[in-house]
């Protein structure tokens, strides 16, 4: 069931996502352990979910690439400056 409201967990989840470089598949990343808990978390729950192949990052899976590739694309919108109408 969709939630209707961005949760701090879930913020934390975009925020990793929106950290992978989606114009290649041989680029991942690493969440280390100084990280934040929030970030060590957040990138655990993605892997948990399928998202990513590492519990510290590593790559995007299929369903993570097009998870990412929705949440930079909402990004982008969001800090677009609205054109001219």
């Known amino acids: 069931m969709p939630t209707s409201r961005f949760s701090p967990e879930l913020f934390e989840e975009m ?4 950290l992978f470089n989606l114009t290649t ?3 991942g ?3 280390h352990s100084n990280a934040t808990p929030e970030a060590i978390s ?3 729950r993605l892997h ?3 998202l990513i192949t590492q519990d ?3 790559y995007l899976t299929s369903l993570g690439h097009e998870a990412a590739q ?3 694309d909402l990004l982008t ?3 677009t400056e609205k054109l001219a109408s």
């Open 15 to 18: 925020k990793i996502l929106g």
């Open 25 to 27: 598949t041989q680029e």
């Open 29 to 31: 990343i690493k969440v």
């Open 42 to 44: 957040a990138a655990r």
């Open 48 to 50: 948990d979910k399928g």
């Open 56 to 58: 510290d990052g590593g």
């Open 70 to 72: 929705h949440a930079q």
């Open 77 to 79: 919108i969001l800090v």
